[in-house]
């Protein structure tokens, strides 16, 4: 009876071998928790979540726990691969209606009124529309004021992200219209660009976002178009005084446009030429150390360069999203030519062990040979998310 029991039960084994030998696919896709989110399950692929990819592979795939299954060939899609840049480039920035500077003080029936401070208004909102008329340049907002013959104007504006109305009372002087408002609707400039995704067509660039040089504020973006640029000279960094790469648009037609201005950097599209440099994969938070590294960047007309740094702190705090490095530079040419980080180099990769990990963002004031970084995943995150 035994005998029949135990060859039943060897039989029954054999035929569950069996099965889930056919059951399982040839190829298997494993995700780290943090591409978890970016994919859908699918019926015609299997799919694991874990950030042991070894364990993932080892702890689903045999029967039991115990009995061994056929070889599956696990393709770890957890694995990000993007083309680093470090190319100079110049952008012609737009902002989403006009931003307010400041509100100013005038001279009005010999009396200092100030209209668009008794408005509500303060340095940073962006004026949307007038009258329920869309504003798209300082020009626009001026012929509203001036064909308002003092009329209120009701205004519609943005302050960081909330949606307010406020009324807006002109006043004449010298037979002109006017309410006392500084403002600004476009800007100009140039950055590094971090790195190329081929998947998508979109460029990561500058790792903080383009902000107002008056209020500090992140300049809401209306359109922006990427044009290539060439380095005219370098301003050397000092202590106290940061330096700069000067340079100029190169004429030519845009090469790109952006769609996203956030703390996180400028991101968008591009077309025609595409940069062609070999691709290397986005190194995963924990796996940025301190030690040496270095940096890809744009010093003279030629193609990109590495240069030697040393991260000498990672934050892995998540809540953090921007300073996440602190690096030192100590290349010798590198500190030769530019005495550090400059003004122009925001966006230079950052690249350890021949993974990308960050990019360059901002200097230290009091000393140029050091600096500040962001994780590379973090920019790209911001690309999956409008992906999604």
Not at 160 to 171: F, N, T, W, Y
Request: charged share 20%; with cysteine; proline share 4%.
């Amino acid at each position: 009876m035994k005998k029949t029991i135990k060859g039943i039960s060897l039989i029954l084994a054999l035929v569950c071998w069996i099965a889930f030998d056919k059951i399982l696919p040839d190829d298997i896709s494993i995700y780290n928790s943090i591409t978890a989110a970016q994919h859908n399950k699918s019926k015609k692929e299997i799919k694991i979540y874990s950030d042991n990819i070894t364990e993932a592979f080892e702890k689903n795939f045999t029967l039991l726990n115990i009995i061994p299954t056929k070889e599956i060939n696990p393709h770890d899609q957890s694995k990000k691969f993007v083309i680093p840049c470090g190319t100079l480039f110049g952008i012609k920035f737009h902002t989403k209606g006009v931003t307010v500077i400041s509100c100013c003080d005038i001279s009005y029936n010999g009396k200092i009124i100030n209209p668009g401070e008794k408005c509500g208004l303060k340095a940073g909102d962006s004026i949307l529309s007038v009258n329920n008329q869309p504003i798209a340049d300082c020009g626009e907002l001026q012929r509203l004021i001036s064909q308002s013959s003092g009329s209120e104007l009701r205004i519609l504006f943005d302050r960081q992200g909330k949606k307010l109305e406020r009324i807006l009372s002109p006043v004449q002087i010298n037979g002109e219209y006017k309410v006392g408002l500084w403002v600004r609707d476009s800007c100009a400039g140039l950055g590094t660009m971090t790195f190329y995704d081929p998947n998508s067509n979109y460029f990561a660039a500058l790792g903080h976002g383009i902000c107002d040089s008056d209020t500090g504020e992140i300049m809401p973006l209306g359109s922006a178009d990427i044009t290539s640029a060439q380095i005219g000279s370098i301003t050397k960094g000092t202590n106290g005084i940061p330096g700069s790469i000067n340079g100029y648009f190169d004429g030519g037609n845009a090469i790109g446009h952006a769609v996203i201005n956030n703390e996180l950097g400028l991101y968008g599209l591009l077309y025609g030429e595409v940069p062609n440099f070999e691709p290397v994969e986005i190194a995963n938070i924990k796996d940025v150390q301190k030690g040496k590294a270095q940096i890809l960047c744009s010093l003279d007309g030629g193609s990109p360069k590495y240069y030697n740094i040393e991260i000498t702190n990672v934050n892995y705090d998540p809540q953090n999203k921007t300073k996440n490095l602190q690096i030192t530079a100590s290349d010798t040419e590198l500190l030769e030519k530019t005495g550090g980080i400059v003004q122009g180099m925001s966006g230079s990769p950052i690249l350890q062990n021949g993974k990308l990990v960050g990019a360059v963002t901002h200097v230290f004031m009091t000393n140029p040979t050091k600096g500040y970084g962001i994780f590379a995943q973090n920019m790209y995150d911001e690309i999956a998310k409008r992906q999604n």
